[in-house]
Every structure is written in structure tokens, then in C-alpha cells.
């Protein structure tokens, strides 16, 4: 027998249980669905077993990790569907693409197109997949069998993506079946996935799962198709240049290929910038580009490069932040905890900002303010502006796409542009890299050689930076002119140089833990390059220094 200490009470039970069976012991007891247990302060899938005294307690759906967790399963029920519907011989491949909302999009490569009777065929499959709640195996190989498996069933992706791995085993998953390698921790059976749906979305499927907030409730699901057709040509870019995966950027750092991948992938953005300067030129009236997205997307990178762009076509541009409008640090509300919230749009005093783009609108000298965040107050260091017939304000700020933002400002003046870190690359066809990772690793690399904040201090407030991103920026996404994606197929192998060093640093016990330890798993699937082939104006020297700009 082994004790069991759960919530400070301690309990036998025989050597052998699953914590499955523990935790619907007490599931009665919370609100949200037991996903996953804590052993130790250990994570712990609920299909390991108690071998020895612990203490547990239990992550729900509600926790980020076992949310994850949820969606994870669903995918690969998913897969095990639409493999048993349409035949594993007739699909070429499956590739779980990338987030819209709470869709997960994934394409299909077979010989004709996707039907919505398929659609309605997988989800009655996914159902009874569901009912008759079949387990979920997990069994460690090693490395060689694994690839022999991934071999014999054209898992090309993932024989390929453990070619470079330094472990000596690799832990696989099996559904009726059907098995597969994910990356990050399963439910113990399929039973547990009482909520999701599935549409087709433009050529593939949209499995809809419901968020972390509300573990229940799938919302409506609105097209987004600006950012889909974002997301798309990033795609299509990284297979044409035949880097769809972390094992294709491998092979390229390997065969020492990655010197002109960086070129050309430097240049395909610079075309990109370039497209978008030459469209707000021609639009004849604009005076005001504004430029919004979530945090670390390189929008300070993008609007200098930008100004250089429009500056060749003759326009004078002035950068603008809208930072340098917040109000006063004692008029700042505050939120529920009582803390400055500098996000929501009270932050920041439109009334002024709307007075002065007016009058500069008319012709008008102004006086712009600078923002001082040592004291928190504004300030006025004598910086005039007056717009001629080639100037043009490059406006950077978070709430840049909110028409309340710029309320009285004629519609015909203004050009907007989304910018983000979309991240493309796969690290397998079943395994996508969420964009927030990709911007929280760059994030920690930037702010501790800038700000000297460590890892710990970037992963313990990024989740209210999301939370301020969902409510503030992605709901005005669609209404820009243009969408720009900052991420760089190569940066996540310079970034790893920095980054893993950081996380290191964060100790075993401390609450970011996890998420670091999860991380630095992550990194281990890339090989490092160094950051000598990264340009100068590139949008990845935003991050790890080194820019031509100030940044």
C-alpha cells in the first residue's frame, strides 16, 4: 500500500493505481473535468500508476496545460476518424495547420476534394470513437524502433524530426490501432472528449474545441479570412521552399543551406514591406498608418522598415507611439486586483490624441508629447510637428485597429496594419508550434538583455498579457487594411542560444517551472545556428540585439 496525500488528508491505496481512478474519486469534488495530476509537484498523465508514498493534487481543463492536453487528444481522435473514414492508403497527408480562434485548422492532401458529407461521416466517427471510450496506450521505444515505426506507416515527418534528438527513447501513443508520436502529455482514454465539433473550412477541416475559460462551451465561430489567408501564404512559402517542418530546418542547418534560407527569407519580407509602402502611397490621402499586434511581434522592427519603404517612394514619414498619449500614472484605472492596467484603451487619453491628429490633419503646428515612464507623466520637450503634402505619422500601439481609437479621424487618412509572429513551421504534421510560443521565447530573450527581467518575470505575466491581446487587439485584427507576419522560419534556431539559458535559471518548485521545463523541451527539436547570418534590419535583431535600428 502506498499513502496518498490529497488537499492534506492522506489515504491508502494499493500500490499499482491509476491516478485515473483517484481522480475520479474526486472529480464530484471539481467543478471542471481532472485532466491531469501533480505528483510530488511532478506532472503526471492520469494512465501512470501510485508506486510509492506522494502527495497529488489535480490540473483541470482550466489549467493551460490541461487545456493543451485536451486538444492534443482531440487531434489525434481526429486523425484516427479521418483515417478510418476516407482510408489511410487514399490520404497523403494530414497536417494539423495552425489556431483561428478556438478552431484548430487542419488540410488534407488526397486525390479530391473534402465534402461536407466527409465532415459529417468524421464527426459521427469521432462520436462513436468517443462512446465507446477506447484507451489511450503509451509505450516508450527506442529511438530506432520509433523511426522504423514512423517509417512503416510514412511518418516521414517524424523519422526525419528524431534524426536529431539525443534521447535514446521516444514514447508513442496508440488508439485502436492507430499510433502516433505527440509532443506534450494525453488523456488515458477517448472518453473524456464530451466537447468539440467539426466544419469544413475553405479546403479542410476546422476542429472546433471549446477555450480554457469556458471548458464546456464551443463559441460561434466567426471567419477570419485576412489572417487565414495570412497564415495560408506563410504555409505555402515554407513548403515551396521545402522547410515544412522542424526536421526540413534540421536538414537545411546540416547541409549548410541556412545562410540563403535566411537571405531569402529576409527578402521575402522586405518584398512584403515594400507592397504594403506601395499601396499606402497610391491611396493618394493617407496621413496616419497605424500599426497594432500582440506583444513581441516586432512592430518596432516593421514601422522603421516600413518608413524606410515609404521614404523611397519620396513621403517623409514621423514614428508616433501611442504610449507617449497615456494618461497620467494616478489617473490609470486599475484592475480587479487593484493593479495599474495599462492595456485597456482608458490608458491611454484619446481626447488629446484625437485634438492633435486633427489639427495636424488641418495644417496645424502641434506639440507631441513624450511619455516619461520613470515618473509617469507626460511631457513636452519641444517636438513641433507640422504635416506637408509628403508627410505621413507611422502610429505604433496595441489599440491602433480599435476605431474608438481614432474616433473623430476621417476614415480616408488612416491605413491599418495587423502585424503578428504566425508561426508556419510544424515541429511534425501533427504537432503544430503555437504563435505564442514563438512570442513569448522571443519576449524572455528580449527583455532580459533590455529590461534585465528574467525568464520567471516574462513566463509569470504573459498570461496577462494574453489575456489583454484576446480583449484588446484580435477582435480588430480583420478591420486592418493589410496583415503582416513577422515570423522568420529560421528564428526559433537563433533564438535558442538565448533563450535556453534563461530557462535554466528558473528552479524546480518555483510556479514557472513547468512552462519552462516544457519550453526547453520544445528547443531541444532544433539544431543552433548562430546569429552572425541574421541581417541588421532584421525583425529577429528586435530580439536578441544587435539592430540597426533602435529598438
Not at 53 to 60: I, R
Not at 317 to 324: E, Q, R
Not at 462 to 475: A, C, D, K, L, T
Amino acid at each position: 500500500m502506498a499513502v496518498v496525500t490529497i488537499d492534506g488528508i492522506a489515504k491508502e491505496y494499493a500500490e499499482g493505481t491509476t491516478f485515473e481512478e483517484i481522480a475520479k474519486e474526486y472529480q464530484p469534488h471539481y467543478q471542471d473535468m481532472i485532466a491531469l495530476v501533480l505528483e510530488n509537484g511532478k506532472i503526471r498523465e492520469l494512465i501512470k500508476t501510485v508506486q510509492k508514498d506522494c502527495q497529488v493534487s489535480f490540473l483541470t481543463l482550466k489549467d493551460d496545460i490541461g487545456h493543451k492536453t485536451y486538444v492534443r487528444t482531440a487531434v489525434m481522435v481526429l486523425i484516427k476518424a479521418v483515417y478510418d473514414i476516407l482510408g489511410a492508403d487514399k490520404v497523403n497527408k494530414i497536417k494539423v495547420e495552425f489556431a483561428i480562434g478556438q478552431g484548430y485548422y487542419c488540410s488534407l492532401k488526397m486525390e479530391r476534394s473534402l465534402t461536407g458529407e466527409d465532415i459529417k461521416k468524421i464527426n459521427q466517427r469521432m462520436r462513436q470513437l468517443v462512446e465507446e471510450d477506447l484507451p489511450i496506450t503509451k509505450k516508450s521505444y527506442p529511438i530506432d524502433d520509433a523511426m522504423e515505426i514512423f517509417r512503416k506507416h510514412k511518418m516521414y515527418d517524424k523519422e526525419k524530426l528524431f534524426c536529431y534528438r539525443r534521447s535514446s527513447f521516444v514514447n508513442i501513443y496508440c488508439l485502436d490501432g492507430y499510433c502516433d508520436y505527440y509532443y506534450g502529455y494525453m488523456l488515458p482514454s477517448t472518453g473524456y472528449l464530451k466537447y468539440f465539433d467539426l466544419m469544413l473550412y475553405e479546403k479542410g477541416i476546422l476542429l472546433l474545441i471549446p477555450g480554457s475559460e469556458e471548458p464546456t462551451k464551443i463559441e460561434y465561430f466567426e471567419p477570419r479570412e485576412k489572417f487565414f489567408k495570412t497564415l495560408m501564404k506563410s504555409s505555402e512559402w515554407g513548403e515551396r521552399m521545402g522547410i515544412d517542418s522542424v526536421g526540413d530546418l534540421n536538414d537545411a542547418i546540416r547541409d549548410g543551406k541556412i545562410g540563403d534560407m535566411i537571405l531569402v527569407q529576409e527578402a521575402l519580407q522586405e518584398r512584403r514591406i515594400g507592397k504594403i509602402a506601395k499601396e499606402i502611397v497610391e491611396r493618394k490621402n493617407v496621413k496616419f498608418v497605424l500599426i497594432a499586434g500582440p506583444s513581441s511581434s516586432g512592430k518596432t522592427t516593421f514601422s522603421h522598415r516600413l518608413s524606410i519603404q515609404l521614404r523611397s517612394y519620396g513621403m517623409i514619414p514621423h514614428p508616433i507611439a501611442l504610449d507617449d498619449y497615456f494618461v497620467n500614472r494616478e489617473d490609470t484605472p486599475r484592475d480587479e486586483k487593484g493593479n495599474y492596467n495599462f492595456e485597456c484603451l482608458e490608458a491611454i487619453d484619446l481626447k488629446q490624441f484625437n485634438e492633435d491628429m486633427n489639427r495636424l490633419l488641418k495644417g496645424e503646428r502641434v506639440e507631441l508629447p513624450q511619455f516619461n515612464f520613470k515618473t509617469g507623466k507626460r511631457e513636452y520637450h519641444g517636438n513641433f510637428k507640422t504635416l506637408g503634402a509628403e508627410d505621413i505619422l507611422v502610429i505604433e500601439g496595441i489599440h491602433g485597429l480599435n476605431p474608438a481609437t481614432t474616433f473623430s479621424m476621417p476614415d480616408e487618412s488612416k491605413f491599418k496594419i495587423y502585424i503578428s509572429a504566425l508561426t508556419s513551421l510544424n515541429i511534425d504534421e501533427h504537432n503544430r508550434i503555437p504563435t505564442t510560443d514563438g512570442r513569448l521565447i522571443r519576449r524572455m530573450v528580449r527583455d532580459a538583455r533590455t529590461r534585465g527581467t528574467s525568464a520567471k518575470g516574462t513566463i509569470g505575466m504573459w498570461s496577462s498579457v494574453r489575456r489583454g491581446e484576446e480583449q484588446y487587439i484580435f477582435p480588430y485584427q480583420e478591420s486592418a487594411d493589410e496583415m503582416f507576419n513577422s515570423a522568420l522560419i529560421y528564428e526559433l534556431a537563433v533564438l535558442k542560444q538565448y533563450a535556453e539559458p534563461l530557462l535554466f535559471g528558473i528552479q524546480k518548485g518555483e510556479p514557472e517551472y513547468y512552462e519552462a521545463k516544457r519550453l526547453l523541451k520544445f528547443l531541444e527539436y532544433f539544431q543552433g545556428i548562430d546569429s552572425h547570418n541574421v541581417p541588421a534590419n532584421s525583425i529577429c535583431r528586435e530580439f536578441i540585439g544587435g539592430s540597426y535600428f533602435k529598438v
